[in-house]
């Protein structure tokens, strides 16, 4: 159950678009290439984390269309289009595992310029 | 409106035991899967433990398998996890949520658990 691998940090500024990538570990190369269930979750400071895409690409009601998730053998991204300072926070991808497990993403905190 | 709360974290020594809870509502228990995630502080999330909305099946991560346990009680929107034989990297902030299709829909604000002498 290792974690996902996520870069650390993401910058660009407003209104440029980002793209925070998210791998299976090489021990696991290949496990996570079958698994759509890939979620991302955005968690402001002292806050919960909070859904923005479920099952790669769905996007939870309420949340902005500048989020949009695509995945590609085992590397899953989440592109955020026209940033805004509001989307300074860290994100976190998360697949299923297998056996009813879940396994976390190390997480990449973006920043706005 | 949709709404968890954990309590029951705590200071407790290495060893030690806790037991957490998270009373939902504002949505129909019994018909979720739950699960509960921590967060070490300064650091990121970690999937620890998960059951069936009937409470019949319960899954762990390796890290705290045969230590913790998940549970709930459905006639009290309240879901359970007990924590034994406890660590100093057992540190976290612990959260309650709720599954839905591979994700994690809603989530409480999180109960403190520190372990330490």
């Known amino acids: 159950q290792s974690a996902l691998i996520q870069p650390a940090s993401v910058s660009g500024s407003p209104g440029q678009a980002i793209t925070i990538s998210c791998t299976g570990p090489s021990s696991d190369f290949g496990t996570y290439a079958t698994y759509t269930l890939i979620s991302w979750y955005q968690q402001h400071p002292g806050k919960a984390p909070k859904l923005i895409l479920s099952e790669v690409s769905k996007r939870p009601s309420g949340i902005s269309n500048r989020f949009s998730g695509s995945k590609s053998g085992d590397t899953a991204s989440l592109t955020i289009s026209g940033l805004q300072a509001e989307d300074e926070a860290d994100y976190y991808c998360?697949?299923?595992?297998?056996?009813?497990?879940?396994?976390f993403g190390t997480g990449t905190t973006v920043v706005v310029l | 409106e949709i709404q968890l709360l954990e309590s029951g974290g705590a200071l407790v020594q290495p060893g030690g035991s806790l037991r957490l809870s998270c009373v939902v509502s504002g949505f129909i228990f019994n018909r979720y899967d739950m699960a509960w995630v921590r967060q070490p502080p300064g650091k990121g999330l970690e999937w620890v433990s998960g059951?069936?909305?009937?409470?019949?099946?319960?899954y762990y991560a390796d890290s705290v398998k045969g230590r913790f346990t998940v549970s709930r009680d459905n006639s009290r929107n309240t879901l359970f996890l007990r924590l034994n034989s406890l660590r100093a990297e057992d540190t976290a902030l612990y959260f309650c949520a709720r599954r839905l299709s591979g994700s994690f829909t809603s989530w409480g604000q999180g109960t403190l658990v520190s372990v330490s002498s």
């Open positions: 998360c697949s299923y595992a297998g056996s009813d497990t879940y396994v």
């Open positions: 059951i069936s909305s009937a409470g019949t099946s319960t």
